[in-house]
C-alpha cells in the first residue's frame, strides 16, 4: 500500500512548537509521509529562524517559500498573504499531497487553506474553533469553513466548529499537540536543566535567576496595531519598576511589530534594564522548562493560555489579544495600565499552581497522526463556480 503523503506547512515559530509532535507521528506512522514545508517568518532570522530547530530535531524539509514582505503593518500581511498563495500553489503543485495541514489562525496560515481548497486538496485545521475577539478569530473560522478534517484543541472549539456549519464526523478533540511536550516538560523538569544566556545568547543584562524570575511573551494586537508601542512601554515600565530577573521575548511578525520592536528599543536606550535580558527565540521544549520554572508569565502569548495552563504557572495577561479564549484558573486578565500590570505580578508571583486539562492530555500528536491515516480522502465539500 502506498503511503499517504501528508504536507505540513509551518509559517512561523509558534506553529513548529505547537505541531512538533505531530511531525513526529506523521514522519513514524507506517502508512504516512510526512511533507514539511516551511515558509514566511519561520525562516527568517530576524524572528529566531525556527528552521533552525526544525533541522536540528531531524526534520527533513521538502520546500521553502519566502514569501514576508517587509513592513509589518496591515498592507503588508495581505501582500505577503497573496505571495502565499502564489507560492504555496506551486509547491502543492510539486509534491502532489493527499492532505494538507494548516496549524491555527496566523495570517499566513489563510495561504495555505486557500491553495489547498482551490486545488481539491482535502485540508485538515488544527486547532480550529477557539474565540479570542479580532482578527486571528476571523481567519481561524474562515479556515474552518475551507477544511474538510478539523483537530480542535478543547471541548467548547469542537461546538463551535460544529455550530458553524461542519460534519461532526470530522471534527475531532484531539488536545493542543503543544501540550504533549508540556507533559514531558512536567514529568522531567525539576530544575531548570540549561543556562539560557550561554545556550541561546540574547542581548542586554544577565540578570541572577537563582531566586526566581519572570517571562515576558507581549505580540501587537492586529486590529490594535497602532498602539502597539504604546501597548509595550507600559509593560516595560511596569518591569522597570518591579526590578526584578526578567527574560524577555522578541515579538511576532504581525502587524504593529514594529511599534513594540522600537518602543523596546527606545526604552533600553534611556533606560538601564540591568533585570532583563532579551531573546529571539528558543526550542520550544526548552522554552516550556524555562516556563515551568518561571514564578510567572507576562504578556499576551497563546502560550500562557494553553501549556502554562497544563503546567499550571501563573499568567498575567495583558489586553485583548485572548479574549474569549478557554482558559484554566491560572490566568488573570488586566489592560495595558502600569499599576494594573505591576500588581498583577505580584499577585501572580505568590500564586498556588493549580494545573488544567483543559487543552487535553498529552497525545494530541499520536491522535491527530492515526486520524491522517484513516480518514477518507472523499472531498466532502463542493466548491461552487
Keep these: ?165 461542519e460534519d461532526p464526523a470530522y471534527v475531532f478533540n484531539t488536545g493542543c499537540p503543544s501540550i504533549d511536550l508540556a507533559k514531558g516538560v512536567k514529568e522531567s523538569s525539576i530544575t531548570l536543566p540549561f543556562n539560557p544566556y550561554e545556550k541561546y545568547g540574547g542581548v542586554g543584562f544577565s540578570p541572577d535567576l537563582s531566586k526566581g524570575y519572570l517571562v515576558v511573551m507581549q505580540h501587537p494586537v492586529t486590529n490594535e496595531y497602532q498602539d502597539s508601542r504604546k501597548h509595550i512601554e507600559a509593560t516595560l515600565e511596569a518591569i522597570t519598576q518591579l526590578n526584578r530577573p526578567t527574560l524577555w521575548f522578541w515579538p511576532n511578525v504581525d502587524a504593529g511589530a514594529d511599534g513594540t520592536s522600537n518602543g523596546i528599543r527606545a526604552y533600553r536606550e534611556t533606560h538601564q534594564l540591568t533585570n532583563v535580558h532579551f531573546f529571539k527565540n528558543m526550542e520550544g521544549q526548552d522554552f516550556l522548562h524555562l516556563l515551568n520554572h518561571a514564578d510567572c508569565l507576562i504578556g499576551n502569548s497563546s502560550v500562557g493560555i494553553r501549556e502554562c495552563a497544563y503546567l499550571g504557572v501563573p499568567v498575567v495577561n495583558i489586553g485583548s489579544r485572548q479574549n474569549k479564549r478557554d482558559r484554566g484558573n491560572n490566568v488573570v486578565d488586566v489592560p495595558y495600565q502600569v499599576q494594573a500590570i505591576k500588581e498583577a505580578i505580584e499577585v501572580q508571583s505568590q500564586a498556588v499552581r493549580v494545573p488544567s486539562d483543559v487543552y487535553g492530555g498529552g497525545d494530541a500528536g499520536q491522535q491527530i497522526a492515526d486520524l491522517l491515516a484513516k480518514l477518507p480522502l472523499q472531498f466532502h465539500k463542493t466548491i461552487m463556480y
Design 1 to 165: 500500500m502506498n503511503k499517504r503523503k501528508i504536507a505540513v506547512v509551518i509559517t512561523a515559530r509558534p506553529s513548529y512548537s505547537r505541531v512538533k509532535t505531530v511531525l513526529s507521528a506523521i514522519k513514524q506512522h507506517p502508512n504516512l509521509e510526512l511533507q514539511l514545508i516551511v515558509a514566511a517568518s519561520a525562516l527568517l532570522d530576524r524572528y529566531g529562524s525556527a528552521i533552525n530547530y526544525i533541522v536540528n530535531d531531524g526534520f527533513e524539509i521538502s520546500a521553502k517559500v519566502f514569501n514576508v514582505l517587509e513592513g509589518e503593518n496591515l498592507t503588508a500581511a495581505a501582500k505577503t498573504t497573496g505571495i502565499g498563495i502564489l507560492e504555496l500553489s506551486t509547491v502543492f503543485d510539486n509534491l502532489m499531497p493527499d492532505v494538507v495541514v494548516t496549524v491555527a489562525d496566523r495570517f499566513e496560515t489563510m495561504a495555505t487553506a486557500i491553495a489547498a481548497s482551490y486545488m481539491n486538496i482535502p485540508l485538515a485545521h488544527i486547532q480550529g474553533g477557539e474565540v479570542t475577539g479580532n482578527i486571528d478569530e476571523k481567519v481561524r473560522h474562515s479556515i474552518t469553513k475551507l477544511a474538510d478534517y478539523h483537530f480542535v484543541a478543547s471541548d467548547g472549539a469542537k461546538e463551535r466548529v460544529v455550530k458553524l456549519g
